[in-house]
């Protein structure tokens, strides 16, 4: 009854403010998701603006850059990604963000770290990681099959 009543509703922004989690600043996947947001949030900038929290919040948690890493990255906001790992300090990785992924070197890098996420199990990782060298497919096909996205 949310999904129905959020899509009917002409008033997108004022709904996804009275969401628990993003009253807190602390919205989470699985709280938009079992809220049907998706299925009701039609403007972009609204989207993008709760993508953005969401990507905030996400890093906040654990102060992990690649728990953010996904939700930047749908977003082309790669840029974004490099600053979280040079806030931490994180030198190997503010580097490796660094790089041109369009360059065919770097895209395998990608590659290559998404599949080894994959071995490990870290699906959201490695759905980043695809996104992150160009293979939206391969992104698109662990989160729906994967994380049952």
Known sequence: SNIIWGFHSESEEELVSLVPG???GNPTWGE???LGVVWWV????VLRKLVEKLAKAAF?????PLDAALY???MK???????LFRS???????????KDFKDERWRKAALKNAFALLGKQRFLHAAAFFLLSGSLK???????CRLDD
């Open 60 to 64: 906040q948690r654990d102060n992990d």
């Open 72 to 74: 930047y990255l749908a």
């Open 32 to 34: 938009l998701k079992e």
């Open 22 to 24: 993003v009253q807190k």
């Open 42 to 45: 039609r403007n972009n900038n």
């Open 138 to 144: 391969d992104a698109l096909e662990i989160i729906i």
């Open 88 to 98: 931490q300090r994180d030198e190997k990785m503010t580097q490796f963000f660094a």
């Open 77 to 83: 906001k790669k840029s974004l990604v490099w600053g």
